[in-house]
């Protein structure tokens, strides 16, 4: 047999097989025990294993009240067709998915228990997806697992060497993102096998590797087991080359048809394949006749079918020894081994579950796992009795080093990441509240003469005499003066959008104006009415109104006040008696980009934080990578931290540039203490990036997580006061928009900025501490989100 062969193998010192450098090797299990009832330990034990995806009638099981027994130091090859659960079922093993009922034992504890050591470094996991950073080198990949795991550099850079001879991988400083795809696979492959854990768990691991390779990996698979005591358990659709693995589990519909060694199944069904095996198996599982699967099955299948009907409740050997085994614990009150207590056992003749645990009618009674614990003890309640590992800091430090890395290889996102906060900052501040020039007004002076060409002739001295003209001296440049002949005219240049608005000075205009400066109180209201200036403005644009309306009457102010100055008297009798005196804070022309500009600041930054954040695990949730490295004892919570520090240096370098753009290219003056004004800053970006987190912890999709935040953005911004006073909101609106996570931030930054207060304010204070609240609120929602995720799979 070809097991054997390889066996022998690699046993022999000799020869050419390559000798992993192991850092230990297990002796308490070895295949020497397999045989010797009292020395066999169950590596993997499941008992009525339900899994559902889905809820109510939609869901259907995917895994059937299956059972399985894996005995330590073994190759256990689990076949079966695409969907019938097997990925599933090697999730569940690794604790990344929980059954729905049913239980199962890895090395005597249940996966995600802290005793387990599953998730961590005992078992090495190779999911079916690739699983690996296309931005890190092969050598960068080892050194990263090999980090998360705590391995010496010098073990780590051993094992390297080791399998890339094994596996023929390329140079080790070549990308995986470089790679051909049945390179990568490798590459995981190698992942999963460099920190020789005790149980590897393979998903289809020689996809795309030629037979050599695949012959080389099985060799290796078969050391591990044989040499090291290690346990393997592999998936593969190549059903020949499980007749390498001592036992083979063939799956259906969520359902474990056999599990026996393959020289048995081949034995018992009289058969020289493994695939005729499964047929036949799947064809009974059907319901299909003996003398139906004979035609379809070798001649000699009749009689092997009777024989297998005989024997198929015949366990075998081994598996009464499993089961021993756990009688034997428990008896002698080895209970800390096995963690199920003993309500879970029961004596059973026969287990109806599997063909090869069954039990004859002359063999004495064992005790079954059965599962069906009290309810102290059920399925459910020790799930959820699941105990995190502690933090560790060299996982972290692992985390934060990839993070980095992806940032930096990743010029687009080193972009992103510095360069658009600066670029957001300058656009705002060159297209953002500078007044409006080349506004086309215009303007009918029926004072002028049209005889004489409407020559707008003026006098500064203390005339009265076309003081239509003199008024339009004093008009703003960033309006130009368009003259037409008359009103009409004029209105329809209007209609058309030529002019943004039209100045009507009457035929006597200079002359009322006189009389009306003449009669003072007592002058009439027809009087009154011609000595004014009519205005007819477009006001369909409200800012550009509001500008025009300024400048005008400002022009007005000017003009009055120079004739009066013109003729001696003081410049401000007769003027309107409202003066606006110096403001209390700011100056008397206050830009508009200087209310903007806190606003702006909180805002890019906010966004910018939920931009970086809110796709983070994401891509690598999809990848598998997130599974790999959790696979690996990575915590959530570490994950999270490792992100907050990442984007932490992200938010200093985005707050700096920011600020050196407003402040220093842009003189937006700050008149409060620059370091509360970056603090108040710094805070909002916190929040955006737990914001951010957030939506990275709900969604599962890059597309649905880009759009929560696109679609957070407009409501947020508008709400929060960035362009609108708040006090223009409806009562209730207004409450709304306080409970928004910027809108007392910017408040409290633009006290900072413009009235130039300090933290002893309740309006500087207050925008802090909502800030600090908004985070802990918010990280605490992302921590909730993943408990609830983790329970629910
Ligand atoms: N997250 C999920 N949500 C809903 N259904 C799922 C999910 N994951 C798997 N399934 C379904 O469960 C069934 C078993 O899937 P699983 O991936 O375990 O099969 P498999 O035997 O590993 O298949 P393959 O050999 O193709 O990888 C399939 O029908 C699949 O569509």
């Not at 090797?25 to 559902?52: D, F, M, Y």
């Not at 080193?414 to 600066?422: A, C, K, M, T």
């Not at 407009?714 to 362009?723: A, D, E, N, R, Y």
Request: glycine fraction near 8%.
């Amino acid at each position: 047999m070809i097991r054997h062969s390889l066996r022998r193998m690699t046993n022999s010192t000799e020869g050419t097989a390559i000798v992993s450098p192991s850092r230990h090797v297990e002796s308490e299990t070895h295949s020497n025990s397999i045989g010797s009832c009292a020395r066999v330990v169950p590596a993997v034990l499941i008992r009525n294993a339900i899994k559902r995806y889905g809820f109510g009638k939609g869901s259907c099981p995917v895994l059937d009240e299956l059972h399985m027994n894996v005995k330590k130091g073994t190759i256990y090859g689990l076949l079966g067709a695409s969907g019938c659960g097997k990925t599933t079922l090697l999730s569940c093993l690794v604790g990344r998915h929980r059954l729905d009922s049913g239980n199962v034992l890895v090395f005597g504890h249940e996966p995600g228990s802290v005793e387990s050591g599953i998730p961590g470094p005992r078992v090495g996991y190779m999911p079916q997806e690739l699983a690996l950073h296309g931005y890190f080198t092969i050598n960068e990949t080892l050194h990263y697992f090999g980090r998360i795991f705590n391995l010496k550099a010098e073990f780590v850079n051993a094992q390297l060497e080791f399998l890339t001879k094994l596996l023929d991988l390329p140079p080790s400083n070549r990308y995986v993102k470089t790679l051909s795809g049945g390179q990568q696979r490798r590459v995981s492959f190698a992942v999963a096998l460099f920190h020789e854990p005790e149980l590897l768990i393979l998903d289809e691991p020689t996809v795309g590797v030629d037979p050599l390779l695949r012959y080389s990996i099985w060799n290796h698979l078969v050391r591990q087991s044989v040499d090291h005591g290690r346990t393997v358990i592999v998936t593969t659709h190549y059903i020949e080359e499980a007749r390498q693995a001592n036992t083979i589990g063939m799956m259906r519909s969520g359902r474990l048809l056999t599990e026996e060694s393959p020289e048995n199944l081949l034995r018992m069904y009289a058969l020289s394949s493994l695939e005729d095996v499964f047929l036949k198996l799947c064809m009974k599982d059907n319901g299909i006749t003996l003398s139906e699967e004979a035609t379809v099955s070798n001649p000699a299948g009749r009689a092997a079918d009777q024989r297998q009907e005989s024997s198929s409740n015949v366990p075998s050997d081994d598996s009464i020894c499993q089961l021993e085994s756990f009688e034997i614990s428990i008896d002698r009150g080895h209970q800390s081994e096995v963690s199920f207590p003993a309500a879970c056992f029961k004596k059973v003749l026969p287990n109806p579950g599997i063909s090869s645990t069954n039990v004859n009618s002359e063999t004495s009674s064992v005790v079954m796992f059965t599962g069906s614990c009290s309810s102290t003890t059920s399925s459910n309640s020790r799930n959820r009795n699941f105990t995190a590992p502690l933090f560790s800091s060299h996982r972290l430090i692992a985390l934060v080093r990839k993070n980095y890395l992806h940032t930096f290889r990743n010029v687009g996102m080193f972009v992103f990441i510095y360069l658009l906060p600066l670029i957001q900052a300058t656009i705002f501040n060159l297209t953002l509240g500078h007044e409006p020039t080349g506004l086309m007004v215009g303007i009918v002076n029926d004072e002028v003469e049209p005889s004489q060409g409407r020559l707008c002739n003026y006098t500064t001295a203390c005339s009265y005499s076309m003081l239509s003209c003199r008024y339009l001296r004093y008009i703003r440049d960033n309006i130009i003066q368009v003259p037409y002949e008359n009103l009409t005219e004029a209105l329809e240049a209007g209609r058309s959008g030529e002019v943004w608005g039209v100045i009507h000075f009457g035929h006597n205009f200079t002359e009322e104006f006189e009389k009306r400066q003449a009669d003072g109180d007592s002058a009439t209201l027809e009087n009154i009415i011609r000595s004014r200036i009519g205005i007819n403005m477009d006001s369909s644009n409200h800012l550009i109104h509001a500008f025009i309306e300024r400048w005008i009457l400002e022009a007005f102010g000017d003009f009055f006040k120079d004739f009066m100055r013109s003729c001696e008297r003081e410049p401000e009798a007769g003027y309107i008696p409202l003066e606006f005196l110096e403001p209390v804070y700011g100056q008397k022309e206050t830009q508009f980009t200087e209310f903007m500009a806190p606003a702006f600041t909180v805002l890019i930054v906010y966004f910018m934080g939920v931009s970086l954040t809110s796709g983070v695990f994401i891509s690598e949730r999809q990848q598998g990578l997130l599974d790999r490295c959790m696979v690996a004892g990575v915590q959530m919570t570490e994950i999270l931290m490792s992100h907050l520090i990442n984007q932490f240096t992200a938010m200093i370098g985005q707050t700096a540039l920011v600020f050196i753009c407003m402040l220093l290219i842009f003189n937006i003056p700050c008149h409060g203490s620059l370091t509360l004004a970056i603090c108040i800053t710094f805070l909002q970006s916190f929040v955006g990036m737990s914001f951010g987190l957030l939506i990275a912890t709900v969604c599962d999709s890059e597309i649905g997580a880009l759009l929560i935040s696109q679609a957070s953005f407009l409501p947020f911004t508008v709400i929060c006061g960035v362009s609108w006073p708040i006090e223009g909101m409806s009562f209730y609106l207004r409450f709304v928009a306080y409970s928004m996570p910027m809108t007392y931030a910017i408040e409290s930054l633009r006290c900072v900025f413009t009235r130039g207060w300090g933290i002893e304010q309740p309006d500087v204070y207050v925008g802090i501490i909502i800030s600090v609240a908004w985070i802990l609120a918010l990280l605490a929602m992302c921590v909730i989100v993943l408990r609830a995720r983790k329970y629910a799979s």
